[in-house]
């Protein structure tokens, strides 16, 4: 048997109504985005851009593909790859933004 557990993140997030930022991921925060149909978000091609979609849905734009992804899917652009994230309606994310400026490994 597994202890491997399944979670619905759209569920677990609906407690941050209020907070945009959840917490972080390996130094990197964590960001609740809202954006309207036909807003993009900003892109960071330095990084790694990670995108999970609780509500709604997103298409993202590299050189290489187009992905549409649905409510609960998310994906993973790789650093140094341009790309474009437009909600093709209204939509929840869960993003990792980049490092802060004054974020330090010690």
Same mark, same amino acid.
């Given at each position: %048997?597994?202890?491997v ?7 677990? %997030?609906?407690?941050?109504t ?5 917490g =972080?991921?390996?130094?990197?925060p &964590?960001r609740?985005?809202r954006l309207? @149909?036909? =807003?993009?978000c900003d892109? #960071?091609p @330095? @990084?790694v851009? #990670?995108?999970? !979609?609780l509500?709604g849905?997103?298409e993202?734009?590299?050189g290489a593909?187009?992905i549409? &992804?649905?409510? $609960?899917?998310m994906?993973v652009?790789?650093? $140094?790859t341009?790309c474009?994230a !437009?909600a093709?309606e209204? @939509?929840?994310l ?9 974020t330090?490994l010690?």
């Open positions: %048997m597994s202890n557990k399944t979670v619905d993140l759209a569920d677990r %997030m609906t407690a941050f209020e907070r945009t930022e959840p =972080e991921f390996n130094g990197r &964590l609740r985005l309207r @149909a036909g =807003e993009a892109p #960071f @330095a @990084a851009e #990670f995108f999970h !979609v509500r849905r997103l993202i734009e590299t593909e187009r549409v &992804l649905e409510r $609960g899917e994906h652009v790789p650093a $140094g341009a474009h !437009v093709l209204h @939509a929840e869960l993003v990792i933004d980049p490092a802060r400026q004054d330090r010690h």
